[in-house]
Nanobody, 120 residues
């Protein structure tokens, strides 16, 4: 069993920053790609950013167009953590943010979610 726990959410004014963190425990050797999804009120859950397991010093990253240049994802294999540094936040970034992990073989795990609220 793998557990994912998010932290770092909160309320900020537009232009501010937040740093989200996701910690994994359990059978962490099974984890492949990790990432962050978000679900605004009344909308579906969508991918924000993802990162593959780092091999040496290499990890492939993905960012949704809406957050490119503002958000940065990072990962520490040894500590079993993934973080999302969010800068220049906008009101449209308001959502519940969920940590996600893809496990081998063929299994998906979700965290409980953390609320991010950006006021104009």
């Amino acid at each position: 069993q793998v557990r994912l726990v998010e932290s770092g959410g909160g309320q900020v004014q537009a232009g501010g920053s937040l740093n989200l963190s996701c910690s994994a425990d359990g059978r962490t050797s099974r984890i492949d790609t990790m990432g962050w999804f978000r679900q605004p009120p009344g909308e579906e859950r969508r991918l924000v950013s993802s990162i593959t397991r780092i091999q040496g010093n290499t990890g492939n990253t993905y960012y949704a167009d809406s957050v490119k240049g503002r958000f940065t994802i990072s990962r520490d294999n040894a500590k079993n953590t993934v973080t999302l540094q969010m800068n220049n936040l906008k009101p449209e970034d308001t959502a519940i943010y969920y940590c996600n992990a893809e496990l081998n073989p063929n299994y998906t795990k979700w965290g409980q979610g953390t609320q991010v609220t950006v006021s104009s």
